[in-house]
């Protein structure tokens, strides 16, 4: 299994970012796909998710302003992150499975993640 992400980067509050994730090495189109986030010096927060057909939950903190997607032709799962915000500020992780986790035992596979910083 392997999970590659990118497109992070530094952007100024208010901007937007599109993360992608490249996934292979298991059946990708028939598997939930997340996205979770670190912030510094807290806890692994779960994003948002991707059902195998295609629906999608949010938590919260992003809903409204962050999308998950996917290609499953493609094996790609991509996050468009609209209005961010200073406290966006993580490493996202694209992550098989865990709706919701906070643990990094809840997913069973994650990537090596993605630095996004928001900051003027």
């Known amino acids: 299994v392997q999970l590659v992400e990118s497109g992070g980067g530094l952007v100024q509050p208010g901007g937007s970012l599109r993360l992608s994730c490249a996934a292979s090495?298991?059946?990708?189109?028939?598997?939930?796909m997340s996205w979770a986030r670190q912030a510094p010096g807290k806890g692994l927060e779960w994003v948002s998710g991707s059902y195998s057909d295609g629906s999608t939950v949010s938590a919260d903190s992003v809903k409204g302003r962050f999308t998950i997607s996917r290609d499953n032709a493609k094996n790609m799962v991509y996050l468009q992150m609209n209005s961010l915000k200073p406290e966006d500020t993580a490493v996202y992780y694209c992550a098989i499975g865990g709706f919701g986790g906070s643990s990094w035992s809840d997913y069973d596979y994650w990537g090596q993640g993605t630095q996004v910083t928001v900051s003027s």
């Open positions: 090495g298991f059946m990708f189109s028939g598997s939930a």
